[in-house]
């Protein structure tokens, strides 16, 4: 088996160390410094730009699968990017399957609502809408007889993929009863069920790829503060806070969401490492992240 990954970072890589002799593993990059990281995971780096157009048709029968894992341009309502892919892949008939990561931001704001999968999309801001934009062409693209399986990732956390310096500075957090409802995903685990997809996924099928936890956002940092023994963040009323962070961190602010985690367990059989950031910072402080 072939497998191309295209946006092969952090979890590109998990991926690749996982399917370690089970395939052969191929990375479209655009940076000739990242070569050698590639190969000494065992991935072959195939020179390519999603920006450009011209030289990504090498790609078009190079694997039986792709992880997409690039994210979009950081500007406008849509995903080029994706588009480019899409062409490319789509002058040859070899890749069958496809997994791509896309976000849970695409739900938009739910009130703190618990989401299942069939709750339809709202993306309420630009970034949210390019991920969207590179769904829909993701799932025409799956039409033609491909199998396509969409994870929709919320926060993603690792080792060294804490937000410590926002719990380094004691930003303030907001006071439990108006905080907003928010949802976690190991990187470990993304890759696991990101593997668990391209094997099991239905066709065409959107899935959210989130754990157990269901904190609020205020007690997520008090999880990373814990976790770097350092002083708990201090809570403040919702309109102080918001009046304080980055426009970045307000979008994230606005939206309260529950995502519900049952199609991964019940579809894909898929039992997480990590079922809670309480447990995955613990197990991380162990030495218990994967990549070690």
């Not at 033609?144 to 990732?153: E, F, P, Q, Y």
């Not at 990590?274 to 990549?291: F, L, S």
């Amino acid at each position: 088996m072939r497998i191309l990954i295209v946006g092969c970072g952090d979890v590109g890589l998990r991926c690749a160390r996982l399917l370690a002799g089970r395939a052969r593993i191929y990375a479209l990059t655009h940076s000739p410094e990242r070569h050698a990281e590639l190969r000494a995971a065992g991935v072959t780096p195939i020179p390519g730009d999603l920006d450009e157009q011209r030289g990504l048709a090498r790609i078009a029968r190079l694997a039986d699968c792709v992880l997409h894992f690039a994210p979009p341009h950081g500007e406008g309502e849509t995903d080029p990017r994706t588009r480019r892919l899409l062409a490319a892949l789509g002058r040859g008939s070899l890749a069958q399957s496809l997994v791509y990561i896309s976000t849970s931001g695409v739900y938009g704001d739910c009130g703190g609502a618990v989401v299942e999968e069939s709750r339809p999309a709202h993306p309420d801001n630009a970034r949210a809408r390019r991920r969207a934009d590179a769904e829909r062409r993701l799932r025409r693209f799956g039409k033609a007889g491909r199998r396509v399986s969409i994870l929709r990732a919320p926060g993603i956390y690792a080792q060294d993929r804490f937000p410590a310096e926002r719990v380094k500075k004691a930003l303030p957090a907001i006071i439990a009863a108006e905080d907003v409802h928010t949802n976690h995903i190991h990187a470990e685990d993304l890759a696991r069920l990101a593997l668990a997809a391209l094997f099991r996924g239905r066709p065409q099928r959107v899935y959210n790829a989130v754990d157990d936890s269901g904190l609020k956002m205020g007690d997520w940092f008090d999880v990373v503060a814990d976790h770097l023994s350092l002083p708990r963040p201090p809570r403040l009323p919702r309109a102080e806070v918001m009046a304080a962070v980055t426009p970045a961190m307000r979008t994230f602010l606005t939206e309260s969401r529950r995502l519900s985690n049952r199609r991964i367990k019940r579809e894909l059989r898929f039992r997480l490492r990590y079922p809670t950031v309480r447990e995955g910072a613990q197990r991380t402080a162990c030495g218990g992240d994967a990549r070690r």
